[in-house]
């Protein structure tokens, strides 16, 4: 899973820690003016629909991402403090709608 998407030691503790699954998808963001892009996200939950993802199994937990994110040279990490800690996804381009 070496090129899939890249995920840190801490990040990987964190979502073990939440139930070892993480979902990595599109998240649409609208602009002021009408324009809108879809941005990577990193959820530590199962998707609402799992036959719309790319399934693996990667050191304990299960990943699953969006077929249009798989082999992108993402990057998973965890930031924050206590219970203000979030997965982000860094190395994500924007992707118009």
Known sequence: ???VIEIED???????QLGNVLTVR???RHGCCGGSANVAVAEAISPKDPSLFQRYHHQG???FTD????YQGLKI???GFWKLR?????????LAR
Do not use: F, Q, R
């Open 67 to 70: 077929p249009k994110l798989t």
């Open 10 to 16: 801490n990040a990987l503790a964190y979502i073990k």
């Open 77 to 79: 990490n965890v930031e």
């Open 26 to 28: 599109l998240s649409p």
């Open 61 to 63: 937990i299960t990943l």
């Open 86 to 94: 979030h997965l982000y996804v860094e190395g994500a381009s924007v």
């Open 1 to 3: 899973m070496d090129d």
